[in-house]
């Protein structure tokens, strides 16, 4: 079973940065392809960020291309998303989640989820 706990979100003004971690345990972070999520109130879950477990496979939606990073410590067994540039629509519950599958493709199913941590961009 792995666990996932995520921190790192707060209040922030828009352009402002975060970076957001993802601490796992009961797995080998590096057998995990690893994802971030995010959810608006009001709207679907988002996948936002995800990197592969085989190692240089990522993959980011259109609207955090240039501005967020996804990256991992397998030593730490810690996930990162850092995020810059912050928009008030990036403003949402972010979760952490992890698959065995290799694929980062939206399609996969991710089998183990945080608890999530809001991000709220302020104008």
Do not use: H
Request: charged letters at 15%.
């Amino acid at each position: 079973q792995v666990q996932l706990v995520e921190s790192g979100g707060g209040l922030v003004q828009v352009g402002a940065s975060l970076r957001l971690s993802c601490a796992t345990s009961g797995r080998t972070l590096s057998s995990l392809t690893m994802g971030w999520f995010r959810q608006a109130p009001g709207k679907e879950r988002e996948y936002v960020a995800a990197d592969s477990w085989i190692g240089g496979s990522t993959y980011y939606v259109d609207s955090v291309k240039g501005r967020f990073t996804i990256s991992r410590d397998n030593a730490k067994n810690t996930v990162y998303l850092q995020m810059n540039s912050l928009k008030p629509e990036d403003t949402a519950v972010y979760y952490c989640a992890a698959t065995n599958d290799w694929s980062v493709r939206p399609v996969v199913n991710y089998n183990y989820w945080g608890q999530g941590t809001q991000v709220t961009v302020s104008s």
